[in-house]
């Protein structure tokens, strides 16, 4: 199956800084990409849709001043957490759609953000 | 509003059958999904409804009923390693998805 590679997996930051976290679609290529948060024993919340060579989509709620996607290649996607804060600890996934006939997302790995 | 509702936990034995729901309000529907997450892992792909009936996969089968806007995920057989967090989602159109809360499933020796 295809499958999406997600870096780093976990990372610590202080308050004020800036993370990026990497989306890879490594054997297919994925023109839209998609960035979730979850919670602990939570959903996930789609947060943007990322298009390749366009601007992301953000869901209604989210900052996109804050969160920034760049989708520059068809198989890979960042999002920049900018200014981090305690309450933007959380576990993020990233994930693409491979359209096979039907909508089968692939997730990679997750980011697991801890802010300090 | 969009919702997606199913039980938000489950416990059954080993080698038991569950059948997890999953009932939809969306304002458009191209089909259900399920998908098992293990905790601290990501979401992995288990099945796809488009149309109504009943979808099998080896010891996991999926149902849909879009008249109904309801779905079931059925585990048959069930396994230790079959403890995690399932969620039924539904694909809206336009390339978007919405997630469930998720049913935690524990299973039990």
């Known amino acids: 199956g295809a499958v999406v590679s997600q870096h780093p997996s976990w990372v610590i930051c202080k308050s004020g800084t800036s993370v990026k976290i990497e989306c890879r679609s490594l054997d297919f290529q994925a023109t839209t990409m998609f960035w979730y948060r979850q919670f602990p024993k939570q959903s996930l919340m789609l947060m943007a849709t990322s298009n390749e060579g366009s601007k992301a989509t953000y869901e209604q709620g989210v900052e996109k001043d804050k969160f920034l996607i760049n989708h520059a290649s068809l198989t890979l996607s960042t999002l920049t957490v900018t200014s981090a804060h305690p309450e933007d600890s959380s576990f993020y996934i990233c994930?693409?759609?491979?359209?096979?006939?039907?909508?089968?997302?692939?997730f990679g790995p997750g980011t697991r953000l801890t802010v300090t | 509003g969009q919702s997606l509702e199913q039980p938000s936990e489950v416990t059954a034995v080993e080698g038991a059958i569950v059948q997890i729901n999953c009932t939809y309000q969306?304002?458009?529907?191209?089909?259900l999904s399920w998908y098992q997450q293990h905790d601290g892992g990501a979401p992995t792909f288990l099945s796809y409804n488009g149309l109504d009936g009943l979808e099998e996969t080896g010891r996991f089968s999926s149902f849909l009923s879009r008249s109904d806007s309801y779905g079931y995920l059925l585990l048959q057989e069930l396994q230790m390693k079959d403890s995690a967090s399932y969620f039924c989602a539904v694909d809206t159109g336009g390339f978007k998805t919405i997630f469930g809360a998720g049913t935690r499933l524990f299973v039990k020796a």
């Open positions: 969306t304002s458009g529907f191209y089909g």
């Open positions: 994930s693409a759609r491979v359209q096979t006939g039907y909508y089968e997302q692939y």
